[in-house]
Structures are given as structure tokens and as C-alpha cells.
């Protein structure tokens, strides 16, 4: 009985150049944050084919930002000086260069909040170790007592195999969105870049520049909110074998709640 309950949560596939192992769920969220992981998909050539196609658009945005911005200055002629033209000049050409390097430059952005999360996950993997949801499910029925205790537990995870694995796609879900937050960021990035060509558009560029640093340290928080899940699953003892469940659905839970707090936390901490 232990076996069959080991193996309906042994949830193996690949979706999007992502393999995804519901048995090893924290190593597999873990996955999913690196940026090394990411780029080497088959979706990330979406990202990079976008790119390539909104260069052109974000190049005719910043000189229509440019030129609106001159006939702004050139408006209030009393103030408009050589140095102010030579200013704007020296602003166009390197959002120019920004612009058109974008996706290098975003790449650099993650590359540097990937060595952060390397350095946290390695920090991390001596306090906690990742545990094995199959196995824990197994664990559960095999000692829960005699041949019907067994089975009535067997039952109980049965009842509950929905609601237990809707949560765990649940928090899947969360960290597929911050892949998809990546795609649309780099995929679009000459746009906002575009706006800071234009005096009044500064801040647009400066918020986009913030929020895809918040994606990147988003990685290490999530990472870090694993480490607490297992820790916790760790930590559980005089619990009997319904216990266990309860706790572990809690904790399940507690780790989707966490997980979609990060996006706004790292958002707030950069100002992004």
C-alpha cells in the first residue's frame, strides 16, 4: 500500500525545456529559479526572437521621445542653450547604445543575481536537506500502525490527493510566472528603455531597470523560502500519522503564501 501511494506522487514531466519532479518539489523549484536553467530552454528563444523584432519599434520610440523632447526645450527658447542641445544629444546616443545592447545588459543584470542565488543555495544546503515528497507519503502509511491502520491512512491521502497536489501546482505556478515576468521583460525591454530618451520618461526606465533586479533577487528569496519549508517538514516530531499529513498540508501552504510575497517584497526593497 505504501508503494501505491509513493508512486501516485512520484509526478514526473518536462514542460518547456523545464523538467519538472514532484517527488524532489523543493530541488525542483530550486531548478526553476537559476538562471543558467532558464536561458538554456527552448522558450527562452522565444524572449530572444522578440527582442530582435521590438529593436526596431524601440528605436523609432526613442527618437520620437528625442525629437519631442528638443521641441519641448526649443519651446522655452530663453532657456535653450549649446550646452543643453549638446546634453540632450549625449542622452540620445546612450539610450541609443543601451537600447540596442538591452538584452545583453539584462542578461548582466541576471548573470550578477545569479551568483547571489548560487551563493545563498550553497549556503543553505548545510543547514537543510531537500526532502523527498513521495517517499514522505510512503513514510506515512507504512508507519502507521497495522495492516487497516494502514489502510484507512491510505484512504485519508487519497481523499485529500487533490486539494494536496492543487497546492503544490499552485506554487508551481507562482514560479512559472516570474519565468514569464523574464520573457516579457527582456522580450520588450527597448520600450521603457525608449522612454528615457524623454526628459519625463526617465523614471519609467529607471522602474524597469529596478523591477527586473527584482526578479533577479526574487530567485534567492524563493530559494531561501524553500529552505524554510524544509526546514520546518524537518523539524516535526510527536506527530502521529494524520498529524503528519495536516502539518505537511500546512506547510504546503505556508510555503505558496510565502512564495507569492516575494515578487512584492523584492519589488518594494529595489523601489522597482
Not at 543601451?98 to 543575481?113: A, G, Q, V, Y
Not at 523527498?132 to 491521502?157: F, K, T, Y
Not at 497536489?165 to 508551481?172: K, P
Amino acid at each position: 500500500m505504501d508503494k501505491l501511494i509513493e508512486n501516485i506522487f512520484k509526478i514526473t514531466f518536462s514542460v518547456l525545456g523545464f523538467n519538472i519532479d514532484f517527488g524532489n518539489f523543493v530541488g525542483t523549484i530550486r531548478s526553476l529559479c537559476n538562471w543558467n536553467v532558464i536561458k538554456g530552454t527552448s522558450i527562452w528563444g522565444l524572449a530572444s526572437n522578440l527582442h530582435n523584432v521590438v529593436v526596431p519599434i524601440g528605436l523609432s520610440l526613442l527618437t520620437l521621445f528625442f525629437l519631442m523632447d528638443f521641441l519641448k526645450k526649443v519651446m522655452d527658447f530663453e532657456r535653450l542653450t549649446w550646452e543643453r542641445v549638446v546634453f540632450m544629444c549625449i542622452r540620445f546616443f546612450i539610450f541609443k547604445m543601451l537600447l540596442e545592447n538591452s538584452f545583453h545588459l539584462l542578461s548582466s543584470i541576471m548573470s550578477i543575481s545569479n551568483d547571489l542565488l548560487t551563493k545563498v543555495t550553497s549556503s543553505l544546503g548545510s543547514v537543510t536537506s531537500i526532502p523527498d515528497l513521495a517517499e514522505q507519503m510512503g513514510d506515512l502509511v507504512s508507519n502507521a500502525g497495522g495492516m487497516i491502520d494502514r489502510g484507512l491512512m491510505a484512504i485519508i491521502i487519497l481523499i485529500l490527493y487533490i486539494p494536496f497536489m492543487g497546492t503544490l501546482v499552485g506554487i508551481l505556478v507562482q514560479v512559472f510566472v516570474r519565468i514569464g515576468k523574464l520573457i516579457l521583460s527582456f522580450a520588450f525591454s527597448p520600450i521603457p528603455i525608449a522612454l528615457g530618451a524623454w526628459e519625463d520618461g526617465t523614471s519609467v526606465c529607471k522602474r524597469f531597470f529596478m523591477s527586473t533586479i527584482a526578479l533577479g533577487i526574487e530567485a534567492s528569496m524563493i530559494v531561501v523560502a524553500t529552505a524554510i519549508y524544509s526546514m520546518a517538514l524537518g523539524s516535526l516530531t510527536n506527530a502521529g500519522s494524520i498529524s503528519t499529513l495536516i502539518a505537511i498540508m500546512f506547510l504546503n501552504g505556508f510555503l505558496m503564501a510565502l512564495i507569492s510575497i516575494t515578487s512584492n517584497l523584492a519589488e518594494k526593497w529595489t523601489g522597482g
